[in-house]
């Protein structure tokens, strides 16, 4: 890694160890927490990567706009997780289920993965987005998830709820990972680098917004976990803290950034 890379991963911690005391002093509701540990490190490295800027944003469009939004709106509908109201700067939930403010953040936590991966990771100097397989593989299963949702809680909710949804949803979406470390073993270890800085940056992101009651958990899970004195899923550990940063990566490599 050059020294200016370097920095500029210094500036990414610094940037989240200055995000605790900012969200605390300021008692930010979710979507401002959302901007100062996800949105600022994106800013700053948007500003630092002019190149391929194209295909992280497909990526964003599909990962954290279509699929995000699948997996959202059915963990919210199931009580994985909730934002309550007075947390909301947008008070309006998509379907009567998945906040606005939520989709924001899954948009920054999206962009913020790839920007990290693409700028401190990636090995080529351009990439190339190849549209038929983006579109066959990715954006026509997506939107066909989306519109099954819809269809089912228009017609028949039962088809959507069932329990323990945060393990269901959350193995799931980590099935592609497993499919790629079996068909793309030389790039497992590319996509798993970053996995380090993110279990950090959520740790951190998860410690404040429990300490100011940004979301809870209130549905069916595996077991809890006990970290200072804040409890939550083992479910939350693993999926989101844990191997969120790989999987959607690995969904990256396979949907979007195809070339090796």
């Known amino acids: 890694m050059s020294s200016l890379k370097k920095l500029d991963f210094f500036v990414l911690i610094l940037l989240a160890l200055l995000g605790i005391p900012t969200v605390i002093f300021f008692h930010a509701n979710f979507l401002a927490s959302t901007l100062v540990f996800l949105g600022a490190p ?12 194209k295909i992280i944003y ?6 954290g706009i279509l699929l995000g939004f699948g997996f959202d ?15 909301l700067t947008i008070h309006y939930r998509i379907f009567g289920a998945a906040p606005v403010d939520e ?11 790839l920007l990290v991966y693409e700028h401190f990771f990636e090995r080529k100097r351009v990439e190339k987005l190849h549209i038929r397989h983006f579109v066959y593989a990715g954006i026509v299963p ?3 998830t989306i519109v099954f949702i819809l269809a089912s809680l228009h017609f028949r909710p039962s088809l959507i709820t069932f329990g323990y949804a945060y393990l269901v949803l959350g193995s799931l979406a980590t099935l592609p990972l497993i499919y790629f470390i079996f068909h793309n073993p030389k790039l497992l270890g590319r996509v ?9 940056l959520y ?8 300490y100011l009651k940004q979301w809870s958990f209130s549905g069916q899970y595996i077991g809890h976990i006990q970290l200072l004195s804040f409890s939550f899923p083992l479910e939350e550990l693993f999926f989101w803290i844990i191997v969120s940063s790989t999987v959607v990566l690995a969904d990256y490599k396979m949907l979007v950034d195809t070339d090796k």
């Open 42 to 53: 994106s800013a700053y490295l948007l500003i630092r990567k002019t190149q391929n800027l």
């Open 142 to 144: 997506a939107f066909l």
């Open 58 to 63: 497909s990526g964003v469009f599909l990962i």
């Open 103 to 113: 989709i924001i953040c899954l948009i920054l936590w999206t962009l913020l993965m």
């Open 192 to 200: 798993i680098k970053p996995a380090p800085y993110f279990i950090f």
């Open 203 to 210: 740790l951190t992101f998860e410690l404040t917004s429990l």
């Open 73 to 87: 709106f059915l963990a919210t509908f199931n009580n994985s997780w909730l934002i309550p109201d007075s947390q």
